[in-house]
């Protein structure tokens, strides 16, 4: 057999795939994200770890996801208004240097031994007022780094890539760490790959950009933010999903330990193995969608990712055997990213350059506000009902949510094509012929 050589579709595919790297902004933003990210999710382990190992209790498990989750429910709705109205880049500056000493600080206690589950709760609600501010002026940030709305898409996709790369090296790296060493490593290497993303947003040259004056105070801005999502029925429609996915099928990650330990009857080194898994199906969603050309068709792609996403949660949750998990867990992670991204993408191309960071800080209350919520629902119902059978239900309600989106897509497609067409994402229809045949067939948005 010849060996493959790279042809000029193959530099063209790649060229498109990674076409938002051309932006020095976020190749800084990119490289220095990708080093911080694998010290997150090591931290997410060890702490989902470090509780079960103290605490034997799936119900504590649960509450400690709702206490650093919640403050995103609480906080981002206002959030978005600052980020709306300050310098993100700045905003971004202080957030990963407070996300640097939390690590520190649960690094020290873990590292001396005077650890307690209070510390982790404490610590995982400053980390979760950090986030609050953190998730949507990231968000809303992306387009002040590439500068070019038609590369969004691209630039949301690779994020993705980025996150989920992370998201599989990171729990392989903290169950070899915790294994040989012990959770508190995996926190000071967390704190030391600050640093990383620091330096890079330092590095940065971002133009100024173009703020209105406000004369009214935060909450009135809350309200005119809120009452322009969920006036317009596709963000409407695209947060209600999310939130029910969030609430009812994301806290799986939670319940991972007793997967790993109690079901499959290992250790933490099977928890990165099955975090790992659900990071390359998420990686592989991720590079799917970087693919694409544009946001055009991805409104499809939202109720058939998150059925993906329910259907692998219920047959996750009758395997036994770790290879067979792993394996679901990928079908997952893919379905879990390709509707994640896919409605982040559709929320920033269809929302206004000034109220963006409010509609990205309700994407983040719906993703992730809706998560503790979810979390405390999930570890007290795998107290009562065992954690498959929560599982099981759990992706029962995501395929039910994805149903009723999918019924609400002819008239979501009337909602967004006048918005693809303005900004030149899809033609405008300039004959008797084109407008016979956007007729017959209904446009991809």
Same mark, same amino acid.
């Given at each position: 057999?010849?060996?493959?050589?790279?042809?000029?579709?193959?530099?063209?595919?790649?060229?498109?795939?990674?076409?938002?790297?051309?932006?020095?902004?976020?190749?800084?933003?990119?490289?220095?994200?990708?080093?911080?990210?694998?010290?997150?999710?090591?931290?997410?382990? +060890?702490?989902?770890?470090?509780?079960?190992?103290?605490?034997?209790?799936?119900?504590?498990?649960?509450?400690?996801?709702?206490?650093?989750?919640?403050?995103?429910?609480?906080?981002?709705?206002?959030?978005?208004?600052?980020?709306?109205?300050?310098?993100?880049?700045?905003?971004?500056?202080?957030?990963?240097?407070?996300?640097?000493?939390?690590?520190?600080?649960?690094?020290?206690?873990?590292?001396?031994?005077?650890?307690?589950?209070?510390?982790?709760?404490?610590?995982?609600?400053?980390?979760?007022?950090?986030?609050?501010?953190?998730?949507?002026?990231?968000?809303?940030?992306?387009?002040?780094?590439?500068?070019?709305?038609?590369?969004?898409?691209?630039?949301?996709?690779?994020?993705?890539?980025?996150?989920?790369?992370?998201?599989?090296?990171?729990?392989?790296?903290?169950?070899?760490?915790?294994?040989?060493?012990?959770?508190?490593?995996?926190?000071?290497?967390?704190?030391?790959?600050?640093?990383? &993303?620091?330096?890079?947003?330092?590095?940065? $040259?971002?133009?100024?950009?173009?703020?209105?004056?406000?004369?009214?105070?935060?909450?009135?801005?809350?309200?005119?933010?809120?009452?322009? +999502?969920?006036?317009?029925?596709?963000?409407?429609?695209?947060?209600?999903?999310?939130?029910?996915?969030?609430?009812?099928?994301?806290?799986?990650? &939670?319940?991972?330990?007793?997967?790993? $330990?109690?079901?499959?009857?290992?250790?933490?080194?099977?928890?990165?193995?099955?975090?790992?898994?659900?990071?390359?199906?998420?990686?592989?969603?991720?590079?799917?969608?970087?693919?694409?050309?544009?946001?055009?068709?991805?409104?499809?792609?939202?109720?058939?990712?998150?059925?993906?996403?329910?259907?692998?949660?219920?047959?996750?949750?009758?395997?036994?055997?770790?290879?067979?998990?792993?394996?679901?867990?990928?079908?997952?992670?893919?379905?879990?990213?390709?509707?994640?991204?896919?409605?982040?993408?559709?929320?920033?191309?269809?929302?206004?350059?000034?109220?963006?960071?409010?509609?990205?800080?309700?994407?983040?209350?719906?993703?992730?506000?809706?998560?503790?919520?979810?979390?405390?629902?999930?570890?007290?119902?795998?107290?009562?009902?065992?954690?498959?059978?929560?599982?099981?239900?759990?992706?029962?309600?995501?395929?039910?949510?994805?149903?009723?989106?999918?019924?609400?897509?002819?008239?979501?497609?009337?909602?967004?094509?006048?918005?693809?067409?303005?900004?030149?994402?899809?033609?405008?229809?300039?004959?008797?012929?084109?407008?016979?045949?956007?007729? +017959?067939?209904?446009?991809?948005?």
């Amino acid at each position: 057999m010849k060996p493959h050589t790279v042809t000029r579709e193959d530099a063209k595919g790649l060229r498109l795939t990674f076409r938002a790297l051309r932006f020095r902004n976020y190749r800084l933003f990119f490289g220095g994200q990708l080093v911080s990210l694998i010290g997150t999710w090591m931290q997410q382990i +060890a702490v989902i770890w470090l509780v079960y190992r103290l605490t034997n209790s799936a119900f504590l498990l649960g509450a400690v996801g709702f206490a650093g989750q919640m403050p995103m429910f609480i906080v981002s709705p206002f959030a978005g208004v600052i980020a709306d109205r300050l310098n993100r880049h700045r905003i971004l500056v202080v957030t990963q240097t407070l996300s640097m000493v939390q690590a520190i600080i649960l690094a020290i206690l873990t590292l001396t031994g005077n650890i307690q589950v209070i510390h982790i709760f404490l610590l995982s609600i400053f980390l979760g007022l950090i986030n609050a501010f953190d998730a949507p002026t990231r968000q809303s940030f992306v387009l002040e780094m590439i500068e070019n709305k038609e590369d969004l898409g691209n630039a949301i996709a690779l994020n993705s890539s980025m996150f989920n790369s992370a998201r599989l090296l990171g729990p392989s790296i903290a169950g070899i760490v915790i294994a040989a060493i012990g959770e508190g490593l995996c926190f000071l290497l967390n704190a030391l790959s600050f640093v990383a &993303v620091i330096i890079a947003l330092l590095a940065m $040259r971002i133009a100024p950009r173009e703020r209105k004056h406000e004369s009214h105070g935060v909450l009135e801005g809350f309200k005119e933010g809120f009452k322009y +999502a969920f006036g317009f029925p596709p963000i409407k429609y695209i947060l209600l999903l999310l939130a029910l996915v969030s609430i009812m099928g994301m806290p799986y990650a &939670v319940l991972m330990p007793i997967f790993a $330990r109690d079901i499959l009857h290992g250790g933490p080194r099977t928890l990165g193995f099955l975090m790992g898994a659900t990071g390359m199906g998420a990686l592989t969603g991720a590079v799917f969608l970087a693919s694409r050309k544009s946001v055009a068709g991805l409104s499809r792609w939202i109720p058939t990712a998150a059925s993906i996403f329910g259907t692998g949660l219920i047959a996750f949750s009758f395997s036994r055997s770790l290879w067979l998990s792993m394996g679901l867990l990928y079908v997952v992670g893919f379905g879990m990213m390709v509707q994640m991204a896919s409605s982040n993408s559709i929320l920033q191309t269809v929302s206004d350059d000034d109220k963006r960071g409010r509609v990205m800080s309700f994407y983040t209350m719906a993703f992730m506000g809706m998560a503790p919520f979810g979390s405390l629902l999930a570890g007290t119902l795998a107290s009562v009902i065992g954690a498959p059978t929560t599982l099981m239900i759990s992706g029962i309600c995501c395929i039910v949510g994805a149903t009723v989106f999918a019924a609400q897509l002819p008239m979501l497609h009337e909602k967004i094509h006048p918005i693809y067409r303005k900004i030149g994402i899809i033609p405008e229809v300039s004959s008797g012929i084109q407008a016979a045949s956007q007729l +017959a067939v209904p446009p991809e948005d």
